[in-house]
């Protein structure tokens, strides 16, 4: 199992990327995310899945374990195979789509080419139990110096946010995501939890 490359990007076609690593060029299908980040000539390490098929072996790339483990996690949803998933990865971030399951943001996830409202659905269903928002903050506070968000007490002030901002035009999955966000939102009440929520989707931006 082949769990990382580091090398040289050799080259970029349209659907992947070519790492040189002592004289041997990997293929790698990677996001479009990654592919518009990422230039030739650059040094880079790139986490690895091997996908096995009886025709053929495919190299799949991402930036982050905790990428490589969402897309390891959508391969095992029905009617989902390596290309879907990887589509999915090009659409939202890892955190957007912790938010969007989290929030049943069916419209957010409809927005990946191939999936539709009645494929985001059944995703989000098979992906309740397996993308927990726990995880996610525990993986933030060990990677970001600020404190994780609070857990937020006052249901009413939090409904009432979410609908004001999904009323502003934006997704369920957005607002959640920026409510969430919001320091000492628990002491707040649902006017300045909505100022505050307000700042936090400027600096998603």
Do not use: W
């Not at 041997?24 to 980040?37: P, V």
């Not at 990422?38 to 930036?63: C, H, K, N």
């Not at 939202?92 to 912790?98: A, G, R, S």
């Not at 996610?136 to 600020?146: G, N, V, Y």
């Amino acid at each position: 199992m082949i769990s990382f490359i580091k090398g040289t990007v050799a080259y970029k076609e349209e659907e992947y990327l070519v790492v040189e690593n002592h004289g041997i060029g990997y293929q790698i299908k990677t996001t479009s995310r990654m592919l518009s980040e990422i230039s030739t000539g650059q040094e880079v390490m790139i986490y690895t899945y091997l996908y096995v098929r009886e025709d053929a072996l495919s190299l799949f790339g991402f930036s982050s374990k905790e990428e490589l483990n969402t897309f390891r996690i959508l391969l095992g949803i029905s009617g989902i195979g390596p290309k879907a998933a990887l589509s999915v990865l090009s659409t939202m971030t890892v955190e957007d789509l912790y938010y969007a399951v989290c929030s049943e943001d069916v419209k957010s996830i409809a927005r990946t080419p191939g999936i539709g409202p009645k494929g985001a659905r059944r995703m989000i269903i098979e992906l309740k139990d397996k993308l927990k928002l726990t995880d996610l903050e525990s993986e933030e506070a060990r990677t970001k110096d600020t404190d994780p968000a609070v857990v937020m007490t006052d249901a009413n002030s939090v409904s009432d946010t979410i609908q004001a901002l999904m009323a502003l035009g934006y997704s369920n999955g957005e607002a959640f995501r920026a409510v969430h966000n919001v320091k000492d939102a628990s002491s707040m009440d649902a006017e300045q939890l909505l100022k505050e929520a307000l700042k936090v989707i400027l600096t998603f931006s």
